[in-house]
């Protein structure tokens, strides 16, 4: 699966791969699999990142275009 819009949302917000694989405690590498979807984002890497970014993980996923996450 491809993670497409952790991408969108990196760039969006002017940031760069090493700066979110510090944050997950990855590797820049790891985290580059991550968007290319070479390897699955585990379960609370996708919470921290919905975090981070203020958005669902349905939006993260794909499964949904709206970002809001309810609250």
Excluded: H
Excluded at 30 to 56: H, M, R
Aim: charged share 25%.
């Amino acid at each position: 699966m491809q993670y497409q819009n952790i991408r969108y949302l990196r760039e969006d917000n002017d940031y760069k791969q090493k700066q979110l694989a510090e944050y997950l405690n990855v590797s820049q590498n790891t985290y580059s699999q991550y968007e290319n979807g070479v390897i699955e984002l585990t379960a609370p890497t996708l919470v921290k990142l919905a975090d981070f970014y203020d958005v669902s993980v349905d939006y993260l996923l794909g499964r949904t275009n709206n970002t809001a996450v309810n609250k």
